[in-house]
T-cell receptor, first 107, second 111 residues
Framework: DAKTTQPPSMDCAEGRAANLPCNHSTISGNEYVYWYRQIHSQGPQYIIHGLKNNETNEMASLIITEDRKSSTLILPHATLRDTAVYYCIYGYGKLTFGQGTILTVHP | EAQVTQNPRYLITVTGKKLTVTCSQNMNHEYMSWYRQDPGLGLRQIYYSMNVEATDKGDVPEGYKVSRKEKRNFPLILESPSPNQTSLYFC??????????FGPGTRLTVL
């Protein structure tokens, strides 16, 4: 099964960058890394994905290590509304979300 | 509006009474999936479907059935619900591609 390891919780000050790590040491060469977040009990929301290169979109940046065994999601200027559970996943079809990281952004 | 809909949103039922949770998407997505979410366990995949008439087990398929007779619908069937299936259920779809669109969730309580 595709499994990732994330810290259970992290804190970040509003306006600062939030860096969320993820280990995915069993990822295969053609599998993408995806990041989602979930606010309260709403359906998870897609953030970003990547294969080898670093990626950036309007929400976040994704840094993937050269060996692809880990990645970091960066929220460059965290706001209170970024408080959520963040999930790092990989795979195709059969996906395993894990427990994610609870990010708390405080004033 | 592009969306994934689930019905019902809330359901309280009793052990053994068959139920179906419907999921429908209007985005012509090929991939659809069901998840359950329990406190401390994150999201766990129940079943997924890569296309019509193609379904596969996720991590926790026991006690559930699905069908994919048409592209837009992917119902989740509990033939004989038990209290350990009390959970928050999410349906999701994608083209396929990285961005899965999730429904609003169905909160199921089995007494």
């Amino acid at each position: 099964d595709a499994k990732t390891t994330q810290p259970p919780s992290m804190d970040c000050a509003e306006g600062r960058a939030a860096n969320l790590p993820c280990n995915h040491s069993t990822i295969s060469g053609n599998e993408y890394v995806y990041w989602y977040r979930q606010i309260h009990s709403q359906g998870p929301q897609y953030i970003i994905h990547g294969l080898k290169n670093n990626e950036t979109n309007e929400m976040a940046s994704l840094i993937i290590t050269e060996d692809r065994k880990s990645s970091t999601l960066i929220l460059p200027h965290a706001t209170l509304r970024d408080t959520a559970v963040y999930y790092c996943i990989y795979g195709y079809g059969k996906l395993t979300f894990g427990q994610g990281t609870i990010l708390t952004v405080h004033p | 509006e592009a969306q994934v809909t689930q019905n019902p949103r809330y359901l309280i039922t009793v052990t053994g009474k068959k139920l179906t949770v419907t999921c429908s998407q209007n985005m012509n997505h090929e991939y659809m999936s069901w998840y359950r979410q329990d406190p401390g366990l994150g999201l766990r995949q129940i079943y997924y479907s890569m296309n019509v008439e193609a379904t596969d087990k996720g991590d926790v398929p026991e006690g559930y059935k699905v069908s994919r007779k048409e592209k837009r619908n992917f119902p989740l069937i509990l033939e004989s619900p038990s209290p350990n299936q009390t959970s928050l259920y999410f349906c999701a779809s994608s083209f396929p591609g990285p961005e899965q669109f999730f429904g609003p969730g169905t909160r199921l309580t089995v007494l």
